[in-house]
Nanobody, 121 residues
Framework: QVQLVESGGGLVQAGGSLRLSCAAS????????MGWYRQAPGKQRELVGS???????TYADSVKGRFTISRDNAKNTVYLQMNSLKPEDTAVYYC???????????????WGQGTQVTVSS
């Protein structure tokens, strides 16, 4: 059993900051890429950013320069530091990771349950 548990969402005023965390737990052998997605009401889920096991990062154009992804491999945790938040950043944010379970060489995709981020104007 593998779980991804997010934390750190909440309500913040425009221009403020939040830091999301996502911890993976369970029978984990290895974690490849980890990332964050978001889904606003009435919109499709979109990639916010991702980070490889080699710490290479990619970001959506809409968050470049404002959001930073990092990870702590010893803790199987990925973070999303969100600065200069805008009302259009309001969404449910989901953690995503490619994980190989113990005694398996196959990677599977796992999702967290989501955490709400609301930015007021």
């Amino acid at each position: 059993q593998v779980q991804l548990v997010e934390s750190g969402g909440g309500l913040v005023q425009a221009g403020g900051s939040l830091r999301l965390s996502c911890a993976a737990s369970g029978s984990i052998s290895s974690i490849n890429a980890m990332g964050w997605y978001r889904q606003a009401p009435g919109k499709q889920r979109e990639l916010v950013g991702s980070i490889t096991s080699g710490i290479r990062t990619t970001y959506a154009d809409s968050v470049k320069g404002r959001f930073t992804i990092s990870r702590d491999n010893a803790k199987n945790t990925v973070y999303l530091q969100m600065n200069s938040l805008k009302p259009e950043d309001t969404a449910v944010y989901y953690c995503n990771a490619d994980i190989a379970k113990v005694l398996s060489s196959r990677y599977s995709e796992y999702w967290g349950q989501g955490t709400q981020v609301t930015v007021s104007s």
